[in-house]
């Protein structure tokens, strides 16, 4: 199974940017997709943005126009660059590899954890 790593994350002020990274272990260009979610304390878990295979793009309604996810995938590595960043945002990100095509595996990163000060 897939070993993602997650990294960027930090405290920053309202309006302020971060790039969050997570790195997989093995190469990501036939994943069928990976995503970033977050949780806040006393929430549940809630996908933030997803990249499939094929490239078809989501995002959460929160994050539109803030955030964009994308992928290297000669590095293994996708990429949430996250802007004009509130306090709402604050959360333990999580990475996500989801495949059911061939092997199937849904694998998740530790988390990174993102605090916005207002």
């Known amino acids: 199974q897939v070993q993602l790593v997650e990294s960027g994350g930090g405290l920053v002020q309202a309006g302020g940017s971060l790039r969050l990274s997570c790195a997989a272990s093995?190469?990501?260009?036939?994943?069928?997709?990976m995503g970033w979610y977050r949780q806040a304390p006393g929430k549940q878990r809630e996908l933030v943005a997803a990249i499939t295979s094929g490239g078809t793009i989501n995002y959460a309604d929160s994050v539109k126009g803030r955030f964009t996810i994308s992928r290297a995938n000669a590095k293994n590595t996708v990429y949430l660059q996250m802007n004009s960043l509130k306090p709402e945002d604050t959360a333990v990100y999580y990475c996500n590899a989801y495949n059911r095509v061939g092997l199937y595996f849904n694998a998740w990163g530790q988390g990174t954890q993102v605090t916005v000060s207002s």
């Open positions: 093995t190469s990501i260009f036939s994943i069928d997709a």
